[in-house]
């Protein structure tokens, strides 16, 4: 799992350009299952298990990271950019960048603090406020590489830190797609489908789009959360703890969770030993808001590793709460075929 969550960060996919990272899948996957890529670009997978199921389950996670796209060439050659999901412009400034398909390098930057007005510095950034330098002498030479249109990525960073700690972007969610390819190359003892989706960031579109396709009964989301265990944070707005092991929520902005698969995965957790923890704020959302009120309905829940600096260039989490995620949610598919 280690290994395909490197493999996937050092890759760039924002909302709507997921192809690289569809291909790793697609290419470790082989003929370990039945493949289909629908119009939007979702990769869904059937893996044949021992038996045939009387409810169909589908485990879930996306493709894409946050990122930006060039909106126009400024005369200096410079790139005008917009968010492409939810990036706070702090975590932007002076980051670098890969610009396009031929993966460009470039710097985000910004008004230098003696040129900004006192007012000025009193406010946060915007992404007007920010440009991309290539390296470009004039727009000339910048339209000969760039267009509008063209995404653009936080440069692969991925490392290992502390103890047992990964740092990276797009974190969110490659750890999820690592998990589910772990968990489908060991063979189900029913069928299952493992849907791995597109554009999550912006509006959870892949995921409302797959889940007509296969009309799950039942729905397992893997992803990530915010953990806000940092200094100065106390209580119930540190929201969850890296090391306190797979987050299961109750319910975040976009979706109230199926209350029996909920106290079903704290049970399991307790029995199997599994290491597990709450949301304790209601925040957020994931790939369940689309699922769950998809066709007749589907019963959802939602396995999330805690991660801290969410949607930013260097987002950390722990190695031990990615396990848990990954044995919770293998045995959250034994005990959904017991319903």
């Known amino acids: 799992m280690l290994k395909h ?160 700690m990964i740092a990276s972007k797009a974190l969110d969610d490659r750890a999820g797609c690592a998990i589910l390819l772990d968990l489908l190359e060991q063979e189900p003892e029913y069928d299952t489908w493992f849907a791995f989706l597109v554009q999550e960031e912006v509006g959870l579109r892949g995921a409302m789009a797959a889940a007509y396709t296969i009309a799950p009964d039942y729905a397992i989301v893997l992803e990530t959360t915010t953990a806000s265990d940092i200094p100065d944070v106390s209580g119930a707005k540190q929201v969850c703890r890296l090391g306190g092991g797979a987050v299961v929520s109750f319910m975040d902005r976009s979706t109230l969770y199926d209350r029996e698969l909920y106290r079903l995965a704290f049970d399991t957790a307790r029995r199997e030993q599994i290491p597990v923890q709450t949301k304790t704020m209601i925040a957020g959302g994931n790939d369940s808001g689309a699922i769950h009120i998809s066709g007749k309905g589907v019963r959802t829940l939602a396995i999330s590793a805690p991660c801290r600096y969410l949607h930013s260039p260097s987002c950390v989490l722990a190695y031990k709460d990615l396990c848990a995620c990954e044995q919770l949610a293998g045995a959250m598919m034994q005990e959904i075929r017991q319903l």
Do not use: W
């Not at 603090?113 to 510095?121: E, F, I, N, Y």
């Open 5 to 164: 969550l490197e493999a996937l960060c050092r890759l760039c996919g924002t909302s709507g350009n997921e192809q690289d990272v569809r291909a790793y899948i697609q290419q470790t996957i082989g003929d370990l299952g039945t493949c289909t890529v629908d119009p939007l670009g979702n990769l869904l997978v059937l893996r044949k298990g021992r038996k045939r199921p009387e409810k169909t389950l589908m485990l879930s996670a996306h493709m894409d990271e946050v990122g930006m796209i060039v909106t126009s060439i400024r005369s200096d050659g410079s790139l005008t950019f917009g968010a492409v999901g939810g990036v706070d412009p702090f975590v932007m400034i002076g980051r670098q960048v890969l610009v396009g398909d031929a993966t460009l390098p470039g710097v985000i930057g910004a008004k230098a603090v003696h040129k900004l007005s006192a007012a000025q510095r009193d406010q946060a950034p915007t992404c007007d406020a920010l440009s991309i330098d290539i390296g470009a002498v004039d727009a000339e030479q910048a339209k000969r590489y760039v267009r509008p249109g063209d995404f653009v990525h936080f440069l692969p960073n991925y490392r290992s830190m502390g103890d047992g």
